[in-house]
């Protein structure tokens, strides 16, 4: 099946020679236990100019799924890209020559939520996991064809994310609306080890969104769901209270969500990860902002120590994710259809990209080596951004973007959608989606 690229008038134009230089040859680089081993010094600071992250500009449109692209990821080497699917399907991508490798059918009987690369397996090993409660693993040629694909856990319930261990091609972790979180070891066909199952203090099973392993510590685990709470777990001291309930080593919030005036809001954690080091976690809330915590210093556990505004994150289970080498920025997709980026430090705006024409934007995926960006969302099709601008981009629709954003949340708070209003905010969008581009 040949892949679907954008021709004609609706390309993005093309990289000049002088931003390229930004890119480095993806191919030379040798994987190793340091991420940042092979990497030139001045290759490392590129990634974190503050001049690369305001020329970021559409690269790529990668097109050949039929449904919302729920999820990509980049392999180790980043020479491949993996997508997944409401079609089913994943697709394998040369996302630098914007060509389709294949198009794999999952074994999946509903919406795909996840799906990476296995570490140091030569890109030739794919883990996913579904709505229908699955885990799979796909094995796939040299030539990027199935070879084959087996069911490797179930959840009894939707399985939503999976977090890799840096360092072994056999052993992941995956966790789903069930509460549950499952421990795979591929090596071992009989081995579907359930961890434990995270409960809130009422001892009611939290449906969790998001999982991830601390790079630097991998016995530690941070989980978040269906409340405003993440959870960070020790595998090897998974202790239990009376109740034989799994305790948390440690428990982050912003204070002003447990407050009981703020009973009412409801926040949920839809998104969580690690800084590269593991010093930091970022969290993104539903209907309110993204906060950075810090996981080492006890002092200042009790509460956030950065705040990142702008965006809005209501109508789906919306991501986040670090941005450079050192994590020096923090992006998001927005319900607006904007992508935004945050400096880490300053919490100030630094780019904001028009992401997805059906107005949500889910998944961010910053490559491994190079300052390159891939977003999905509702929209069919993946985008790549690199520093291809020849001119920093302009940021003078920003207070208009980020006030509409700061109303709509507000209205929601206080006027609440029903079934039937979120059904026709999703038509009017689904026609405002065909009238752009038909006249594209």
């Known amino acids: 099946m040949n892949c679907h690229t954008m021709g004609g008038r609706n390309q993005p134009p093309a990289c000049s020679p002088a931003v390229t230089s930004y890119l480095p040859n993806l191919g030379s680089r040798q994987l190793s236990h340091d991420p940042l081993q092979g990497l030139s010094r001045l290759q490392e600071q590129c990634y974190g100019l503050p001049s690369v992250v305001r020329r970021l500009s559409l690269q ?70 579904a709505r229908d409660g699955q885990v799979r693993c796909l094995i796939l040629s040299s030539t990027g064809s199935l070879v084959a694909s087996k069911r490797v856990a179930l959840h009894n319930d939707s399985a939503h994310k999976i977090a890799l261990e840096p360092y072994s091609p056999d052993m992941f972790l995956s966790c789903g609306e069930d509460g549950s979180v499952l421990e795979v ?178 998944c961010l995926e910053p490559h491994p080596h190079t300052p390159v960006l891939a977003t999905s969302g509702l929209d069919h099709d993946i985008k790549i951004w690199s520093p291809c601008a020849s001119q920093p981009t302009s940021l003078d629709q920003l207070d208009e973007v980020t006030k509409r954003n700061c109303n709509e949340r507000e209205d929601a708070m206080t006027h609440p959608m029903d079934g039937y209003e979120m059904l026709m905010q999703f038509i009017v969008r689904q026609y405002r989606r065909g009238i752009r581009v038909s006249m594209t």
């Open 185 to 362: 070891d591929l090596r071992e066909e009989a081995k579907r080890n359930k961890l434990l199952v995270v409960k809130n203090e009422k001892r009611s099973r939290i449906p969790l969104y998001s999982i991830f392993i601390d790079p630097c510590n991998t016995h530690l685990f941070a989980v978040s769901g269906r409340d405003q709470f993440a959870r960070v777990y020790d595998r090897r001291k998974l202790k239990q209270d009376h109740t034989s309930d799994f305790v948390p080593l440690k428990k982050f919030c912003p204070k002003h969500l447990t407050s009981p005036e703020n009973e009412h809001m409801r926040a949920n954690v839809t998104c969580l990860v690690y800084s590269h080091n593991g010093d930091e976690l970022l969290c993104s809330y539903n209907d309110e902002d993204i906060y950075l915590f810090n996981t080492r210093d006890e002092s200042k556990a009790d509460d956030f120590i950065k705040r990142y505004q702008g965006h809005r994150n209501s109508a789906t289970v919306k991501g986040v994710n670090f941005f450079g080498l050192r994590s020096e920025y923090v992006v998001s997709g927005s319900d607006c259809g904007h992508v935004f980026l945050w400096d880490k430090t300053s919490q100030q705006v630094v780019q904001m990209l028009e992401g997805d024409h059906e107005g949500v934007v889910n």
């Open 60 to 129: 790529h449109r990668l097109e050949a799924h039929e449904g919302c692209v729920n999820c990509i990821n980049f392999s180790g080497s980043g020479q491949l890209l993996a997508s997944g699917s409401d079609d089913l399907h994943v697709v394998v991508w040369d996302w630098e020559r914007g060509r389709m490798v294949s198009k794999l059918e999952s074994g999946h009987i509903s919406n795909i939520f996840q799906a990476k690369f296995m570490p140091y397996t030569g890109e030739s090993v794919l883990v996913t996991a």
